[in-house]
Every structure is written in C-alpha cells, then in structure tokens.
C-alpha cells in the first residue's frame, strides 16, 4: 500500500489503521496490566522470577517504556518461538523413536497438563534443545567491530569491520 494511503488511513482512522489502532489498545492496556500486577507483588516482597520482574528490579523506568519494551519482545518473540516449534515437530514427526519417547514421558506423567510440569521432561527440553541447534532462529548474526581487536584465530580486526557469524553452521560442526 502506498505510503500516502496507509498515513491518510491513519488519519481518517479508518480500515485497517482503525483495527490496528483498536489492537494496539488493547495490546497497551493488557501490557500495562501486567506492569501494574508485577510491580505491586514486588513491593509486597512476592519473590517473581519472570522477564518482567527481572528488568522492572534493574532499570528505574516508567511505565510507558517498560510496556513497549514488553510489547516488542512479544512480537519479536511470536516469529521466533514459531520457527522453533516448527522445526521442532517437523524434526519430531521424522523420528518416530522421539516422538515416542516424548509422547510416553507425557502420558506417564501428567494426566492434568500444566505449563509448569514441562520442566520435569528432560528429554523433551533436549529434543527442543537439539531442534534450536540444528535450525536456530537467526541463522546468520552480524558484528560490528568497535575497537581493535584479535581473534582466537590471530586474525586482527578493526573499527567499522563486520563479522558475520553462522549459528546455522555452528550448530553443525561436530567438534562444537
């Protein structure tokens, strides 16, 4: 869509623009909720151990930046956790003999799911483990070189210089 008609959309708040800014409302009041419920069990002392919590203890910031920061690792997070889970089942459905193992450690365990059994299924997490390995979400991550420097390999690097890493690659090579 043209830039001229998304910004007169927006304008008029009109058509998708509208939608966008109804989600975003929502989106907004939710995160802000969830500031609010985060900071009141910590000034009760409720000991949290969630993202959060953490970066609400660490940084003295308003409200406002704590819930874009949080929105924006929310849909950072959608794309990433989608990739994951579909490598990880593509990996799964192509060996029966962990799927199966998987499937039994479920079924023996946990007859009533709760997100919070998951920690008990050690197979599981390796099977998640070995699936970010073989298929990470980013498989290429850039560097940019800020002072100069010398590489374990004795390679010098300089200011400005970019350094391109594969963790696709990385994952494969059979000595890491």
């Excluded at 007169?8 to 998708?16: D, P, S, Y």
């Excluded at 910031?61 to 593509?90: K, P």
């Amino acid at each position: 869509m043209p830039t001229l008609i998304w910004k007169l959309l927006r304008w008029l708040n009109v058509g998708r623009e509208k939608k966008l800014a109804k989600a975003r409302e929502i989106a907004d009041l939710n995160i802000a909720n969830c500031i609010s419920v985060v900071r009141q069990e910590l000034l009760r002392g409720v000991e949290t151990h969630g993202l959060l919590s953490s970066y609400i203890r660490l940084s003295k910031t308003d409200d406002e930046f704590l819930r874009d920061t949080t929105l924006n690792f929310l849909v950072a997070g959608r794309d990433t956790i989608a990739s994951v889970l579909s490598w990880f089942i593509w990996l799964t459905s192509r060996t029966p003999r962990v799927e199966a193992k998987i499937l039994e450690k479920l079924r023996l365990k946990y007859w009533v799911f709760d997100p919070n059994d998951l920690r008990g299924l050690v197979y599981l997490h390796a099977a998640c483990c070995e699936s970010l390995r073989l298929y990470p979400p980013l498989p290429m991550n850039r560097k940019v070189v800020i002072k100069n420097d010398v590489l374990p390999d004795g390679n010098c690097v300089r200011p400005g210089m970019q350094i391109l890493v594969s963790t696709c690659a990385l994952g494969r090579m059979p000595w890491m």
